[in-house]
């Protein structure tokens, strides 16, 4: 451990270094924050290029903090677990689902599906590495003004009678993993994300200093994008899609959770092409988007895409990973992800340098029930640490917050800082149709009710194709 004079104590020297650096630049430095002088020069010279490095890795982070003074702090060592128990028996829910598109414009089909796994594709198979765009955040990258408005339209669109009065907070998977790591005692990277208010809802929001990435197809860029394109194929009328995303309600702890993420595939355990199509069930036929044609002031029209889509089946969602290691895959660090996003299949492919010669096909979802038994304790501080960030958002009168959780300080703690964003986490339109009027009015009667007729469409930012 590594003690500042001024009180504060890190686990590393370049952590501690770090925080003199911190002090002297706001002009708050004592005495004893001060870089320390007793390293070689060429220790301080690397020190200096490693902090460098760090400092223009992360000094993102603060762009929109409006004070380095913390709201809150969410200390790990004191971090009281939640009372109420977290389990997940009891039946998720689908919000939504869609397709994002690939195309220039910024386009997404509702409802969407994952690709269907293909069964009989014979092994081994030799695949390039990866190569071209790797989104981080998809939703991001393409409405980084809204990403969260795809799961809003798509509510509406599948779910006319939904609204968000009863959840209390609506997050990115990804998210919720970093946070579990947190409660956990792992010690993850640094990270940040956005906390916006829609009435009592809090809206976690993932925050990535860049939302996407080139890969080029060098050495040790993985071969997983290009093993699910292989071994999954969309269906039709989906064939130009480029991710499938879905979002389910259900609680975590006593908090009602809306959960978007993306889903690999649609697996069903059958081996004919036919039985495959049982992975889409509860056909919509013709929905009706006309209730949700209001952005931007524009009309509804026509689906651009009029086939019948149904709605994929919640037991048939399929995560897929790929390994190196040819003995039996290590299903445990994966397990999180997949409770999380209630995702019972796990595919995983094994391959030396692309060979790919073994597939292995679990049933995660048997394991759900053990698992968060051993993982009671750090769940139900998920659920303290959810409620701590609403009360924060709350007690800075439902003004934006950011909240950062800063690799190798001490103690481990999450803080959370005023922002001076001044959007909204969704567009007007969608809290008028998705939470009850202010005036006491319902979120079903502003919406004029919900169409009988249903059909699939495409949606494209500023309406409906």
């Not at 990435?213 to 997983?224: E, F």
């Not at 991710?243 to 595939?265: K, Q, T, W």
């Not at 001490?410 to 969608?430: E, H, N």
């Amino acid at each position: 451990m590594f003690s500042c004079p001024c009180g504060r104590s890190f686990v590393s020297e370049n952590a501690l270094d770090q925080h003199r650096r911190d002090k002297l630049r706001l002009g708050g430095a004592s005495p004893g924050c001060q870089m320390s002088t007793n390293a070689s020069p060429q220790t301080r010279a690397g020190r200096h290029t490693t902090d460098q490095s760090r400092r223009q890795t992360s000094s993102w982070m603060c762009d929109d903090v409006a004070s380095r003074e913390a709201i809150c702090t969410i200390d790990h060592g004191t971090l009281v677990p939640s009372a109420a128990t977290v389990s997940s028996t009891q039946a998720a829910e689908l919000v939504g689902s869609y397709n994002w598109q690939n195309c220039k414009n910024v386009e997404y089909e509702i409802p969407g599906s994952a690709p269907v796994w293909q069964h009989g594709i014979v092994l081994p198979v030799q695949l390039p590495p990866d190569k071209g765009t790797l989104f981080q955040d998809e939703e991001v990258s393409r409405i980084s003004e809204y990403p969260f408005e795809p799961l809003a339209e798509a509510a509406a669109a599948m779910n006319p009678g939904f609204n968000f009065d009863e959840v209390d907070v609506v997050v990115n998977r990804h998210s919720l993993r970093k946070l579990l790591d947190f409660c956990g005692g792992r010690t993850p990277e640094t990270f940040r994300v956005n906390l916006l208010m829609v009435r009592e809802t809090l809206f976690i929001e993932r925050s990535e200093k860049n939302a996407r990435s080139l890969i080029r197809g060098t050495q040790n860029v993985g071969w997983g994008k290009t093993f699910e394109r292989t071994f999954t194929k969309y269906p039709a009328g989906l064939e130009n899609s480029t991710a499938h995303h879905r979002s389910l309600l259900y609680p975590i702890g006593n908090l009602n959770c809306v959960v978007r993420f993306e889903l690999d595939a649609c697996y069903q355990n059958v081996s004919d092409e036919a039985a495959n199509l049982s992975c889409l069930d509860s056909p919509l036929g013709n929905l009706s988007l006309s209730d949700a044609a209001e952005t931007n002031g524009t009309v509804d029209r026509p689906a651009k895409n009029p086939h019948e889509l149904g709605v994929m089946d919640q037991s048939t969602q399929a995560e897929i990973k790929t390994s190196s290691n040819r003995k039996n895959p290590n299903i445990s660090k994966y397990l999180p992800q997949l409770w999380l996003g209630r995702t019972p299949w796990l595919i995983v492919g094994s391959h030396t340098d692309g060979n790919f010669g073994e597939i292995s096909i679990i049933d995660a979802g048997a394991r759900f029930t053990s698992w968060e038994t051993r993982r009671q304790v750090e769940l139900r501080k998920l659920v303290a640490v959810l409620a701590r960030l609403r009360d924060a958002v709350r007690g800075n009168g439902g003004g934006n917050c950011v909240a950062i959780y800063e690799h190798g300080s001490t103690p481990r703690a999450i803080k959370v800082f005023a922002s001076t964003m001044s959007r909204r986490a969704l567009p007007d339109v969608w809290i008028r149709k998705l939470w009850a009027a202010e005036d006491g009015g319902t979120a079903s009667s502003e919406m004029g009710g919900a169409s009988s007729t249903q059909s699939a469409s495409c949606v494209e930012r500023g309406g409906w194709l």
